[in-house]
Every structure is written in C-alpha cells, then in structure tokens.
C-alpha cells in the first residue's frame, strides 16, 4: 500500500504516505488511496481530526517528475484535474487538519502541506517551491494558499527564487504555525489534532468553509491545471527537468 491509516488517539485519523523509496513523492497510487482515506472519514462520525504525513521520517518530495516528461497537454490536463480532487476536498474539508512536515515538503508536497489547518514542521525540515526552475509554475493550489498564508508579494518572491523554506523563515512568514524538533513533529501534531477534535464540529465546519469558501473560487484551480498543462509540454519543463537530472543551472 502507498498510504497507510491508522488511529493514534481518540478521534483521530492518521494518514501517511507510504513510498520512502520515492521520498513519498506522490503519483497515481498514492493520489487516489489518499482520496480514497479523506472521503471516507469525512462521513465517519468516529474520525474527528486528520493528521497527514509521511512514512520514513519525511513528509513528501512532491510530484513523481519522471511521469510527466513526455506526457501530452491533454493528458496533463486530467491528471492536474484528478489531483485538484483532493485539493478542493481538503480545502473545504469540515473536520479540522494537521500537517505532519518531517524533513521536507517540496511542490506538490508543500501544496499538500498547506492545505491544512494547522503545520507542525520539523526545526531541520524545509518548505520547497522548487517550480519555476523546471518551467513550472506553482501547483496543488500553491498560488492561492501561499498568497493566503504569506501574502501576495512574499508569494511571488518565493516562487521567483524557487525557494527552499527553512522552518524559521517559514514560521515567520505565517507557512508554519509550529516549529519543533525533529523527533517530535508527529508526536505534537496527532497531539494538536487531538485538540482541535474536541471543537464543537458542526461551528467549525461552517467557520471553516465561510473563512475559506469553495476552491475552485479561491485557489483558481481551473487556472492553474490549463496553465500547468501548457509548461508540462513546453521546451522550457523539457530543458529545466535535464537540468534537474544533470545537477545543473537550467538553460532557458
């Protein structure tokens, strides 16, 4: 299995990618039993909180690149649309979430990241938006949560520099709100999960989804997976993905 579940205290579902061979990058395989895991304990009267993380000590390295190259606009395109699934169900998601960031959370694992709640990360782990170098740009409603988070203009200056966010800066910038050692990251956050299932759910709920309103309006997801789509084709992801293999500065 590529994600595994289990129940760490009362009321609390954990959710853990499960690839370590891959740093927990996420594919296919580990998209839809995620899907799969969130869905059904939104209707579980017995889940309370979520706390999601990964396997291995480490959150997740993002997206499984070596499945894009090649890929058509079209095909793109459906999957981008298949991830923003989970993206607008976490989004609006009426139970309370904690992010479990061990070691790093890079593109599209930051994007995971930031859908939550509340993020615990690890003084030694890292926030990474790494796009821009491989002629992406910002995925998993990035642009929205990070602008939300950080503001706009530190956002676009992230982006620009396809920062890696150490636990410091990301706690001062708002993209963590708590920063402990590494060894305890998943202890604090079923810990704070724990806390936030003891909310009245149905106020949370209903506070939640007035703060946040429904993704699509808020992240601009239909955006983000057309213009995804045309970089995922384009000679600049081509040439910033050989540069990524080869260890080099991309030639642009």
């Not at 839809?32 to 969130?38: I, M």
Request: charged share 25%.
């Amino acid at each position: 299995m590529s994600v595994l579940t289990d129940t760490p205290a009362p009321g609390v579902l954990r959710v853990l990618i499960d690839r370590p061979d891959a740093r927990n990058a996420i594919n296919a395989a580990v998209r839809e039993p995620l899907l799969d895991a969130v869905t059904r304990a939104q209707s579980d009267p017995e889940v309370r909180a979520l706390v999601i993380g990964g396997t291995g000590g480490m959150f997740s390295a993002g997206g499984d690149l070596p499945s894009l190259v090649g890929i058509g606009e079209q095909a793109a395109l459906a999957r981008l649309r298949d991830g923003h699934a989970l993206v607008s169900l976490l989004w609006s998601y009426p139970k309370p979430v904690v992010a479990a960031v061990e070691r790093f959370a890079i593109g599209a694992g930051a994007g995971l990241a930031l859908l939550s709640d509340e993020i615990v990360i690890g003084e030694k782990a890292v926030l990474g938006f790494p796009f821009i170098r491989l002629g992406l740009v910002p995925d998993w409603g990035l642009s929205g949560t990070v602008a939300r988070r950080a503001g706009a203009e530190a956002a676009a200056k992230l982006f620009a520099a396809a920062a890696n966010v150490p636990a410091d800066r990301a706690l001062a910038l708002g993209l963590a709100d708590h920063v402990v050692t590494d060894e305890a990251v998943m202890e604090v956050a079923i810990g704070r999960a724990e806390v936030l299932a003891r909310l009245a759910p149905g106020a949370f709920a209903r506070l939640k989804l007035r703060l946040r309103g429904d993704a699509e309006t808020a992240l601009r997801l239909d955006r983000e997976a057309r213009d995804q789509a045309a970089c995922l084709v384009s000679p600049e992801f081509a040439e910033g993905y050989a540069a990524f293999r080869e260890k080099r500065e991309p030639r642009f």
